[in-house]
């Protein structure tokens, strides 16, 4: 303790020699804030007083090593891996401590996610926001050829929007009024035509049922490495977003994540689902999603919010690439054919007539069912029922005969 508190006052000595102050007034400061547990240090353990020099002046002596030299092979010195490894701490290649530190990683999707950013920041050397962005990149080039599918798919399918969407109106009349013959009729019909010009509107599903456990899987993986916290996700972010393991203060990416979010939605109703495009309601609900959307992701760690935008503008740049004739021709994209409003069955309805429209069949289906329910009490009530008098005569007897009707005539004359 002694040698440790010698070698505190030695330096704090050094560091105020050049600011004027004299050693002696140094130290009565520093042992003031320093106060040891052994014993005191006077002035004499660390000035010692020059006799041969003129005016006795105090001299600082040179501080001895920290480490001693012979104590560097001293089996007291432990090494730092050894260190590490009896804490259960493992090092990857940046000299950080590796995921399985935390308690992350492992064989989970969300674990792949983490190892794969772990890998891109610690061997490949990248930070932590551009791991995240070179991440998002790979993933959606893995996906390219699903969109490119669904491209054509919905470039196929609007060819044949109006037939398709007269039939569709037809079978909701014939259902909306209760007629079962006519309706299902009609959905043979349908089922048919679909068959026959090998359209599915369930195709244009098959993309966001690949993209959902993808984006579910970084969102956790994401959100495990902000609650641990990675230690170098406090420094690994970009301009003003330094720490990505708390929110964004300004709001600024999270604006632009639903910004983005609202563009995307826009441009892949318009691309990739007419069915969505042409239905009001649905045009509504998809432009209110990033509204309703933005108190939840303003509150995200910073890492997800980053990664999300990340992927609303590669999604862009995507459909974008995706718009070029030159493209679509290479990769055998049909030009998709635009309809006006007035090709299609139905008028297009704003948000309030669309509304009442929908009210107005959903109760008309209502009074059908209960007319339904009705006649089918009715029915039930008929069997179980006493049989009504429907005849002039008792049905369970024997006829009376032509004699006994005119007998029983001559009787009511006189």
């Known amino acids: 303790m002694a040698s440790r508190t010698f070698l505190q006052a030695g330096n704090y000595l050094y560091k105020v020699a050049n600011r004027g102050i004299s050693p002696k007034t140094a130290l009565k400061q520093w042992s003031c804030c320093h106060k040891t547990q052994s014993r005191s240090i006077s002035i004499s353990h660390v000035l010692k007083k020059d006799d041969n020099a003129e005016g006795s002046t105090m001299t600082i002596p040179e501080p001895p090593s920290l480490v001693p030299a012979d104590a560097l092979n001293s089996p007291s010195i432990v090494d730092a891996t050894e260190v590490l490894d009896k804490v259960g701490v493992t090092l990857n290649a940046a000299g950080e401590p590796c995921m399985a ?80 013959l006519e309706a299902a009729r009609l959905m043979h019909e349908l089922n048919d035509f679909m068959k026959k010009k090998d359209i599915n509107p369930f195709r244009a599903l098959k993309l966001p049922l690949v993209q959902a456990p993808i984006f579910m899987s970084i969102f956790f993986a994401l959100r495990g490495m902000a609650s ?125 007539e669309g509304f009442k429209d929908s009210w107005a069949n959903m ?36 006829p009376p005969t032509a004699q006994n009707i005119l007998a029983k005539g001559s009787e009511t004359k006189s």
């Open 101 to 180: 530190s935390y308690g992350l990683g492992g064989m989970w999707p969300s674990g792949w996610v983490q190892h794969a950013l772990e890998f891109l920041h610690a061997n490949v050397g990248m930070p932590w926001w551009l791991a995240i962005l070179a991440g998002t990149v790979a993933v959606r080039l893995a996906l390219f050829p699903l969109v490119v599918k669904a491209q054509i798919n919905a470039a196929h399918f609007s060819e044949h929007m109006p037939q398709f969407q007269r039939l569709q109106q037809n079978f909701n009349e014939a259902k909306a009024y209760g007629n079962k």
């Open 228 to 352: 641990a916290p990675v230690d170098s996700l406090r420094v690994g972010g970009l301009a003003w977003f330094q720490d990505l393991t708390v929110p964004d203060p300004t709001y600024v990416l999270p604006v632009l994540t639903c910004a983005t979010l609202a563009v995307v939605m826009k441009v892949g109703v318009d691309t990739g689902s007419n069915a969505m495009a042409n239905n009001p309601l649905a045009s509504y609900f998809f432009k209110a999603i990033p509204v309703i959307l933005f108190p939840f992701i303003m509150n995200f760690p910073t890492n997800l919010a980053w990664y999300w935008f990340c992927a609303n503008s590669v999604s862009l740049l995507q459909v974008s690439f995706l718009k070029i004739p030159a493209v679509r021709q290479k990769l055998g994209i049909p030009v998709k054919r635009e309809w006006t409003p007035e090709d299609l069955p139905g008028t297009k309805k704003g948000f309030v």
């Open 363 to 398: 109760k008309a289906v209502k009074v059908v069912e209960e007319r339904k329910r009705a006649d089918e009490l009715q029915f039930r009530r008929a069997g179980m029922g006493p049989v009504p008098k429907t005849y002039k005569y008792d049905p369970t007897k024997s």
